[in-house]
């Protein structure tokens, strides 16, 4: 057998494994496979279509939300795993039917008040997703909105958490698109979480 023959031979023979490219690393693992018989090729992870596709999922994301009444200006805090605009749609669901299963429907419809489109009544407060911590954020916008007095009466609370009552919402509470943050004290510095 010639020795090109037996090249061919030997590349036909090759497996192939695919490895995800993070960065330029990986490259010292795949040299790892150089004197063997297999092939190294790269998947991206990182692609156009994968960041549109998560730009559309953050147009209506899940987290602690308000939905405010258009008649006495009040809110509802809660929080939601799924988007926040399918849980707008089971309120008014709950409204149209004259079902009291949330205390916003309650409101509502004890009170004969005005309910609005998820534009006008709906904003998200701290996007986040289902875990643990999610219960204490939404602990702490309830008990911050009773606080100031924006929370509609229905919403029945838990006892007052004295860390929660450092935590003051900005003033731009009703001007600002864009998710309000917690300030603590007067110092203005900033929760994240």
């Known amino acids: 057998m010639k020795l ?21 690393l990986v490259r010292k693992v795949t040299n790892l496979f150089k004197n063997t018989d297999i092939h190294e090729a790269f998947k991206a992870n990182n692609t156009i279509y994968q960041q549109l596709a998560q730009k559309a999922d953050n147009r209506n994301p899940s987290g602690i939300y308000e939905i405010k009444c258009n008649t006495c200006i009040k809110n509802y805090v809660w929080q939601s795993g799924r988007p926040i605009t399918i849980r707008h749609k089971e309120y008014i ?12 429907a309650t409101h509502i ?24 911590k999610v219960n204490h954020w939404e602990n702490m916008y ?15 609370v838990n006892e007052p958490n004295p ?3 450092l935590a003051q919402l900005p003033h731009t509470i009703r001007d600002s698109s864009q998710p309000n943050i917690p300030q603590t004290g007067t110092s203005g510095a900033h929760t994240h979480g």
């Open 163 to 165: 860390l929660y009552e």
């Open 142 to 156: 309830i008990q911050i909105y009773r606080q100031q007095n924006l929370l509609i009466t229905e919403q029945q």
């Open 109 to 132: 419809l004890n009170n004969r008040n005005e309910y609005g489109t998820a534009n006008d009544t709906l904003k998200l407060i701290h996007p986040c997703r289902k875990s643990k």
């Open 93 to 104: 669901r709950y409204i149209k039917t004259n079902n009291p299963a949330s205390a916003y």
């Open 4 to 24: 090109e023959e037996k090249q061919i031979k030997h590349k036909q023979n090759k497996k192939w494994i695919i490895f995800p490219y993070h960065s330029p």
